[in-house]
Nanobody, 115 residues
Framework: QVQLVESGGGLVQPGGSLRLSCAAS????????MGWYRQAPGKQRELVAG???????NYADSVKGRFTISRDNAKNTVYLQMNSLKSEDTAVYYCNAAFRGPGFWGQGTQVTVSS
C-alpha cells in the first residue's frame, strides 16, 4: 500500500520560514519524480516544485529563489524548504510521487501565512 505523509505545515508570519516533509512508503522511492503542489481556496492545484530521481529540480516562477526542494532517498523523504513566505503562499500543500503516470498523492498539509 502506497502512503505519502506530509508534515511541517502551520501558521507563520510573512517573511518567516517553514520546512515541509513528505515521507513515502510502499514505493521504490529513488526512481520516482517527487513534487510539491499547492491549492489555495477557489484556485486550481498548481505545481510548486519538482525533483527528479537524478536530483534535477524545477520551480514555479512565483517561488524561485525562496523555496528549495530536496530529497533523501535513504529516508524515502522529500522536503520543501520555504523561506520569505508571503500571504499568497497560503494554501494546502500536497506531495506527489510519479513514475510513468499521474502517481500518488498525500493528504495535504495546511500552510497559512498571516500576521
Amino acid at each position: 500500500q502506497v502512503q505519502l505523509v506530509e508534515s511541517g505545515g502551520g501558521l507563520v508570519q510573512p517573511g518567516g520560514s517553514l520546512r515541509l516533509s513528505c515521507a513515502a512508503s510502499g514505493i521504490r522511492f529513488s526512481i520516482y519524480v517527487m513534487g510539491w503542489y499547492r491549492q489555495a481556496p477557489g484556485k486550481q492545484r498548481e505545481l510548486v516544485a519538482g525533483i527528479t530521481s537524478g536530483g534535477s529540480t524545477n520551480y514555479a516562477d512565483s517561488v524561485k529563489g525562496r523555496f528549495t526542494i530536496s530529497r533523501d532517498n535513504a529516508k524515502n523523504t522529500v522536503y520543501l524548504q520555504m523561506n520569505s513566505l508571503k500571504s499568497e503562499d497560503t494554501a494546502v500543500y500536497y506531495c506527489n510521487a510519479a513514475f510513468r503516470g499521474p502517481g500518488f498523492w498525500g493528504q495535504g498539509t495546511q500552510v497559512t501565512v498571516s500576521s
